[in-house]
């Protein structure tokens, strides 16, 4: 019911910023917690960072102090800082919503890729 549509993602050296973004539509009232989780080729898909609608943050340990995830609750975007990045970081990132206690499933983005050169 929640449609969730990333943007950002590119090639970048490392040590480089990139912010990714995420829009989400339809039952957005339906929200509770929103985050992005990456998979590297090979590895499974890891979560990188939350964040409520109150704005309680929660992070990867690997990117604490280099990610920063921001949510507007007025136009339902999340976006995700990323600075200082490394080759490690590089995967596809994948925007995700988490509903409210009993509504709705889980939603998806599409996924965006992140490169970082060394």
């Known amino acids: 019911q929640v449609h969730l549509v990333e943007s950002g993602g590119g090639l970048v050296q490392a040590g480089e910023s990139l912010r990714l973004s995420c829009a989400a539509s339809?039952?957005?009232?339906?929200?509770?917690?929103m985050g992005w989780y990456r998979q590297a080729p090979g590895k499974q898909r890891e979560l990188v960072a939350t964040i409520s609608t109150g704005g309680t943050t929660n992070y990867l340990p690997t990117v604490e102090g280099r990610f920063t995830i921001v949510r507007n609750n007025a136009n339902n975007t999340v976006s995700l800082q990323m600075n200082s990045l490394k080759p490690e970081d590089t995967a596809v990132y994948y925007c995700?919503?988490?509903?409210?206690?009993?509504?709705?499933?889980?939603?998806w983005g599409q996924g965006t890729q992140v490169t970082v050169s060394s």
């Open positions: 995700h919503a988490r509903p409210v206690l009993g509504i709705g499933p889980q939603s």
């Open positions: 339809g039952n957005t009232d339906s929200i509770s917690v």
